[in-house]
């Protein structure tokens, strides 16, 4: 089928159960990389088990996007910390020299 002459697959769909199942996936080329991003899930969960299948979905990207903003968020306050600690040198500085 399609899937054999594939890298990768995205779904998305608005169907109430699995579109494609594990066994969809036993003739699938390795590595096969599967992006499921429907909810409820098109792509069942055991497809995942499967040697050389990579299956993400929307949880994934959750994570992915979460520990971005945590180490963007991390870089902030170091970055808010050193201006600080740059103007309150300067006005200890600025104050030195008026006294």
Same mark, same amino acid.
């Given at each position: 089928?399609?899937?054999?002459?594939?890298?990768?697959?995205?779904?998305?769909?608005?169907?109430?159960?699995?579109?494609?199942?594990?066994?969809?996936?036993?003739?699938?080329?390795?590595?096969?990389?599967?992006?499921? &991003? #429907?909810?409820?899930?098109?792509? *069942?969960?055991?497809?995942?088990? @499967?040697?050389?299948?990579?299956?993400? +979905?929307?949880?994934?990207?959750?994570?992915?996007?979460?520990?971005?903003?945590?180490?963007?968020?991390?870089?902030?306050? &170091? #970055?808010?910390?050193?201006?600080? *600690?740059?103007?309150?040198?300067? @006005?200890?500085?600025?104050?030195?020299? +008026?006294?």
């Amino acid at each position: 089928g399609l899937l054999s002459k594939a890298d990768a697959l995205i779904s998305v769909t608005s169907s109430p159960h699995y579109v494609l199942k594990r066994e969809d996936f036993y003739n699938a080329p390795h590595p096969f990389y599967i992006y499921d &991003l #429907a909810l409820p899930r098109d792509i *069942e969960p055991a497809v995942a088990d @499967l040697s050389g299948i990579f299956l993400r +979905n929307l949880d994934d990207l959750t994570k992915v996007i979460h520990q971005f903003n945590q180490r963007n968020q991390e870089k902030i306050q &170091l #970055a808010s910390r050193l201006v600080e *600690e740059a103007i309150e040198e300067y @006005l200890e500085v600025a104050y030195a020299k +008026n006294y």
